[in-house]
Structure formats: C-alpha cells, structure tokens
Antibody, heavy 119, light 110 residues
Framework: EVQLLESGGGLVQPGGSLRLSCAASEFTFSIYAMNWVRQAPGKGLEWVSAISGSGGTTYYADSVKGRFTISRDNSKNTLYLQMNSLRAEDTAVYYC????????????WGQGTLVTVSS | QSALTQPASVSGSPGQSITISCTGTSSDVGGYNYVSWYQQHAGKAPKLMIHEVSNRPSGVSNRFSGSKSGNTASLTISGLQAEDEADYYCSSYTSSSTWVFGGGTKLTVL
C-alpha cells in the first residue's frame, strides 16, 4: 500500500520560512511526479506545485510562484516544499499527492500537515 | 487560474441519485479529458473517485459515474447511501501544465 507521510508543519510568523517534507514508501518513488495541494481551514482544495520524477521539471500556482520551491531527493524517497515569505493566506493543511501522469490525477494522498502563519 | 465552479451544496435521500456539476473553460475542463473527482470526509484526506472524466479506480463503487459536455463536467452518485455524505471536488489539468480544483460541493444525505 502506498504510504505518504508529511511533516514539518507548525506555527510561523508572517515573512518567515518553513520546509515541509513528505516521506514516500511502497512504490518506486523516482519514476512518479509528485505534487503539493493545500486546503485553508474550512475552504476548498488548491493545487500548489508539481515536480517530475527526475526533479528536472517543476510547476507552480501563481499564488506561490517565486516564494515556494518544490524539490525531491530520490535517494531518500522524500519530497520537499520550501516555503519563504509566508503570508497569513498560506495558512492551510498541506497534502502531498502522488500523480499518475498519464491520467493527470492524484491517486494517493498523505494525511497532511498544518501550517499556520500568524504573529 | 480561477477555480472551477461547483454548487456549494446538494442533498438527496437514501436511494436517490444526485448530480454535481463542475464548470470551467476551454483551457481546462473543455480542453482536456483530464477531469477528476475527489471525495473528502470531514478531517480526512481526499480520495480519488473518478479520473479521465468517467473512469473509476479499482475499489470505487459503480454507483459513482462521471461525464462531460463542453466546459462542464458532472459527477453522478446513484443509490445514495449515508456514507456518501462528504465534500466533493472536481479537478482539471490545464493548458498551463497546472491543475485547478473546483470550490467543492457539500453532499448531505437526508
């Protein structure tokens, strides 16, 4: 069974930084594109970022472009999201999700990690 | 990257059928057969229910079906059951090589 376990969430002040991690297991991590999707409290899902299996191609939502950086370490089966210049509106549960590229859909999701941006 | 448009809420009685619409543009829903639907129970992670407009992953009940016409996709749940009560989100791949979600629809089983 595919396992995705996010960590690194917490309370951070506006303008601060945080790095999220997503540890993957039970599948060949390096051949799958991975994504981050977030959900603000009481709100809907918002796609944040995607990275190819090799890590050579990345995509970002306009709302985070220039502030967030997605990366991966295939030797550690781990996905990352470096978040800088955080704003109150970045407060959300952040999910990592395994993408089936051929189907352009997110077939497996982690349980999420909460990021709260507040002074 | 405007969110896809879904009704905020729908409801139905056990055994009935309901349909949730998802309207986008020719740059997303209308341009690709890459519409997916996700079910999210309160406090849980989303679960994929439909991919590529109308295909069910293994293990998903055949009471769930999807379709698309032009820029609008639809999710139909037949034979409503209490366990279907959840939030439902559509998603589409876009011409910008990104993804966009709908605002979500809360399904209440009366």
């Amino acid at each position: 069974e595919v396992q995705l376990l996010e960590s690194g969430g917490g309370l951070v002040q506006p303008g601060g930084s945080l790095r999220l991690s997503c540890a993957a297991s039970e599948f060949t991590f390096s051949i799958y594109a991975m994504n981050w999707v977030r959900q603000a409290p009481g709100k809907g899902l918002e796609w944040v970022s995607a990275i190819s299996g090799s890590g050579g191609t990345t995509y970002y939502a306009d709302s985070v472009k220039g502030r967030f950086t997605i990366s991966r370490d295939n030797s550690k089966n781990t996905l990352y999201l470096q978040m800088n210049s955080l704003r109150a509106e970045d407060t959300a549960v952040y999910y990592c999700a395994k993408l089936n590229w051929n189907l352009r859909s997110f077939h497996y999701w982690g349980q999420g990690t909460l990021v709260t941006v507040s002074s | 990257q405007s969110a896809l448009t879904q009704p905020a809420s729908v409801s139905g009685s056990p055994g009935q059928s309901i349909t949730i619409s998802c309207t986008g543009t020719s740059s997303d829903v209308g341009g690709y057969n890459y519409v997916s639907w996700y079910q999210q129970h309160a406090g849980k992670a989303p679960k994929l229910m439909i991919h590529e407009v109308s295909n069910r992953p293994s293990g998903v009940s055949n009471r769930f079906s999807g379709s698309k016409s032009g820029n609008t996709a639809s999710l139909t749940i037949s034979g409503l059951q209490a366990e279907d009560e959840a939030d439902y989100y559509c998603s589409s791949y876009t011409s910008s090589s990104t993804w966009v979600f709908g605002g979500g629809t809360k399904l209440t089983v009366l």
